[in-house]
């Protein structure tokens, strides 16, 4: 019954969907806006029935109803309750649902918007959302129906049916295959979730976009409109990749937490171009410039969205983040070219109106630098874009699939984000319009003595990697004049007579959105900071060792205590190890390295034991064991500088995507010109 109820919802969410394209496109094409909001109305009612199909998963997976095949493939009757729930992502059909429903919540929060002043935006903006939509409704009935029913047919095979084949007897396992072990990680129960927000929430400034073009209204306002949805998309896509980094570390045991997989890369993609779009667009709101490039970019990103999401369901790519292989993945290369094809048609019928009359006028501006910024970051995108397609390109070519892995995207992409961090030092000590070297070169003098104060310093403690201290300098560069920006503004409201604790609040309430990127760029450069320690510094070793014996890291040391073997309640068999940590001699901890291994899906997982602290972490890696009585343990054993300062730059970098968009109190504070804008009109209004 359950199984009908939430096939049947899932019926009427597509129809409704499909209703709402048609009504929207007659009611824009006969200008009729009732039924513009007959089709807001039925974009509205496709979230309750798409709530109901999730529902009635979640439903059918906590009462392990095994005939399903969806629920045999991704529970089993000894996973905990909150496994089971989170399941409904932890498969592809259940993972097609929660897409869509998480792109129906979007779309319903969209529609509850008022649109007075926007009435001729509103049929194009359900028709993309719904169209989306409505793609990923679609292989949801037609090919990765979550529903489907087990059947044994005559000769004894297992197929999967909505209805009964003829000839074929229902069939129902004693017990499912179990979640796979590696998406039993608090970081991976959360990661999707935040991933998929990023990516659908895209979908909302893309479709305002392409109203745009539609209806000939090219000034900023399609901007403004979806600021707070773009940054709300950066955000759940930057939570996304920094909760899949977390799982990586704490769940592949392999000591560190960004490999460029494909999907990782994939997943990357709209992130690189979702941060170009939001630097670009402040240009043109601020001086009506970059009009076809903010267009180009919104487009990539949504392009980029769905193929990551093709790359991840439809197996042509090998990975540990992928779904297995499927035949959706024709459909969505199909999608993609449709809507990307379309896309372009718009912006070039556009092109002429796009055109400003404004031009950057020197290249030491901020508009130049936010442009050099942008190309940068486009620079990676064709990199990391080119190492995902490369080895699908080898194997259609040469029959043989090519890796691409990490020695290529780092030696690539490596100078491009240093080039970035030294981007993000310069471009706040520039001017709007116009910012002379003189100038610059004024602003520049403290930060860079005291970024090569830092880089001797670094170096009188024994660092001795040429592209360590040059990495490090440029962090210590872009540090030193970020903090120098709230120095300065909290200094001339101080000048005021506000104490520097009020200083420094009001600062960042009266300019939520400046100084919020700067808190922004403050994690990226603790991040950064972190990154560079791992990379340069990081030393592993692996031996095997009797209990009571030691490895030596460094100044690290671990002793073989012992091994415990036990099952826990849900099944598993649990190998824990107990190892004791020294450092310089001293006792300084105690980690538990352990290999669980699930019965019901016949897997094993790596859970490793790390003592960490704000300088470093210690991680350990039981690799096998014998009994104590034979042979010892095997252990892999790495010490990983600055690790920690990742994860705390992530915290530094949310904090400051929350004070960016948070309601400005001059709700027309963001629409003011630059100071050269000002000038130009007041000119041109002088008789």
């Given at each position: 019954m359950l199984a009908h109820i939430g096939y049947g919802a899932l019926w009427l969410a597509f129809l409704l969907s499909l209703y709402a394209i048609g009504t929207a496109f007659y009611g824009a094409q006969r200008h009729k806006p009732a039924w513009a909001e007959s089709a807001r109305r039925a974009a509205l009612l496709v979230w309750p029935m798409l709530t109901l199909v999730a529902v009635s998963i979640i439903a059918l997976l906590l009462t392990n109803q095994f005939q399903i095949e969806f629920v045999t493939s991704v529970t089993s009757r000894e996973m905990p309750l909150y496994l089971k729930i989170t399941a409904l992502w932890g498969g592809q059909a259940g993972s097609l649902i929660f897409w869509s429903w998480l792109m129906a919540t979007f779309t319903f929060a969209l529609m509850l918007r008022s649109w007075a002043r926007d009435r001729e935006f509103l049929p194009w903006v359900i028709i993309v959302t719904m169209v989306t939509l409505a793609f990923f409704l679609g292989l949801s009935l037609f090919v990765e129906n979550p529903f489907a029913r087990l059947w044994a047919t005559a000769n004894g095979h297992i197929v999967k049916a909505m209805f009964r084949p003829a000839g074929a007897m229902p069939f129902t396992p004693q017990d499912g295959n179990g979640l796979n072990p590696l998406l039993r990680h608090p970081g991976m129960i959360l990661h999707p979730p935040f991933l998929y927000s990023g990516f659908v929430a895209f979908v909302i400034p893309y479709a305002f976009a392409m109203a745009s073009l539609i209806t000939g209204r090219t000034d900023a306002r399609w901007i403004r409109l979806t600021?707070?949805?773009?940054?709300?998309?950066?955000?759940?896509?930057?939570?996304?990749?920094?909760?899949?980094?977390?799982?990586?570390?704490?769940?592949?045991?392999?000591?560190?937490?960004?490999?460029?997989?494909?999907?990782?890369?994939?997943?990357?993609?709209?992130?690189?171009?979702?941060?170009?779009?939001?630097?670009?667009?402040?240009?043109?709101?601020?001086?009506?410039?970059?009009?076809?490039?903010?267009?180009?970019?919104?487009?990539?990103?949504?392009?980029?969205?769905?193929?990551?999401?093709?790359?991840?369901?439809?197996?042509?790519?090998?990975?540990?983040?992928?779904?297995?292989?499927?035949?959706?993945?024709?459909?969505?290369?199909?999608?993609?070219?449709?809507?990307?094809?379309?896309?372009?048609?718009?912006?070039?019928?556009?092109?002429?109106?796009?055109?400003?009359?404004?031009?950057?006028?020197?290249?030491?501006?901020?508009?130049?630098?936010?442009?050099?910024?942008?190309?940068?970051?486009?620079?990676?995108?064709?990199?990391?874009?080119?190492?995902?397609?490369?080895?699908?390109?080898?194997?259609?070519?040469?029959?043989?699939?090519?890796?691409?892995?990490?020695?290529?995207?780092?030696?690539?992409?490596?100078?491009?984000?240093?080039?970035?961090?030294?981007?993000?030092?310069?471009?706040?000590?520039?001017?709007?319009?116009?910012?002379?070297?003189?100038?610059?070169?004024?602003?520049?003098?403290?930060?860079?003595?005291?970024?090569?104060?830092?880089?001797?310093?670094?170096?009188?403690?024994?660092?001795?990697?040429?592209?360590?201290?040059?990495?490090?300098?440029?962090?210590?560069?872009?540090?030193?004049?970020?903090?120098?920006?709230?120095?300065?503004?909290?200094?001339?409201?101080?000048?005021?007579?506000?104490?520097?604790?009020?200083?420094?609040?009001?600062?960042?309430?009266?300019?939520?959105?400046?100084?919020?990127?700067?808190?922004?760029?403050?994690?990226?450069?603790?991040?950064?900071?972190?990154?560079?320690?791992?990379?340069?510094?990081?030393?592993?070793?692996?031996?095997?060792?009797?209990?009571?014996?030691?490895?030596?890291?460094?100044?690290?040391?671990?002793?073989?205590?012992?091994?415990?073997?036990?099952?826990?309640?849900?099944?598993?068999?649990?190998?824990?190890?107990?190892?004791?940590?020294?450092?310089?001699?001293?006792?300084?901890?105690?980690?538990?390295?352990?290999?669980?291994?699930?019965?019901?899906?016949?897997?094993?997982?790596?859970?490793?034991?790390?003592?960490?602290t704000w300088l470093d972490d210690f991680y350990v890696i039981l690799v096998d064991w014998q009994p104590i009585s034979v042979e010892g343990a095997t252990f892999k054993v790495y010490r990983q500088p600055l690790v920690n300062w990742i994860w705390m730059g992530a915290l530094i970098f949310i904090l400051g995507t929350l004070v960016a968009a948070w309601p400005e109190p001059d709700p027309e504070a963001a629409k003011r010109p630059s100071p050269r804008r000002a000038r130009r009109a007041a000119k041109a209004a002088t008789p």
């Open positions: 600021r707070r949805w773009s940054l709300a998309a950066w955000l759940f896509l930057s939570l996304g990749l920094i909760l899949g980094m977390r799982w990586s570390y704490d769940v592949l045991g392999w000591g560190g937490y960004w490999g460029w997989d494909p999907v990782e890369v994939a997943a990357l993609l709209p992130w690189l171009s979702g941060t170009a779009f939001l630097h670009s667009v402040m240009i043109q709101e601020k001086e009506e410039l970059l009009k076809h490039w903010n267009m180009v970019l919104i487009i990539l990103t949504y392009a980029l969205v769905i193929f990551g999401t093709f790359l991840t369901r439809s197996g042509v790519l090998s990975s540990v983040h992928a779904f297995a292989q499927s035949s959706i993945g024709p459909l969505f290369f199909a999608f993609i070219g449709i809507t990307f094809t379309i896309s372009l048609y718009l912006l070039m019928r556009r092109w002429n109106a796009l055109k400003s009359d404004l031009k950057i006028e020197s290249l030491l501006s901020r508009e130049a630098l936010f442009t050099f910024n942008n190309l940068v970051f486009m620079g990676i995108v064709v990199v990391a874009f080119w190492g995902v397609i490369f080895p699908i390109l080898s194997e259609l070519v040469t029959g043989q699939k090519v890796t691409v892995g990490p020695p290529f995207y780092q030696k690539a992409t490596g100078p491009l984000f240093a080039l970035l961090l030294l981007l993000m030092g310069i471009a706040p000590l520039s001017a709007w319009g116009y910012a002379s070297a003189r100038r610059l070169k004024k602003l520049l003098i403290v930060p860079l003595t005291l970024s090569l104060l830092t880089v001797a310093g670094l170096a009188a403690l024994g660092v001795r990697s040429v592209w360590a201290l040059l990495g490090f300098w440029l962090v210590a560069l872009t540090g030193f004049v970020t903090i120098g920006e709230f120095v300065r503004g909290v200094r001339a409201r101080m000048r005021r007579g506000e104490s520097p604790f009020t200083a420094f609040v009001r600062l960042l309430a009266r300019n939520r959105r400046r100084y919020g990127g700067y808190i922004v760029h403050l994690g990226v450069i603790v991040m950064a900071a972190g990154i560079i320690g791992t990379q340069f510094f990081a030393t592993q070793t692996q031996a095997t060792v009797p209990q009571g014996g030691k490895i030596t890291l460094g100044r690290y040391a671990m002793t073989y205590d012992g091994l415990q073997e036990f099952f826990a309640r849900d099944g598993r068999h649990v190998a824990r190890a107990i190892v004791s940590v020294y450092k310089d001699g001293q006792k300084v901890g105690t980690v538990h390295p352990r290999r669980d291994f699930y019965v019901d899906s016949q897997q094993p997982m790596t859970i490793p034991g790390v003592r960490s």
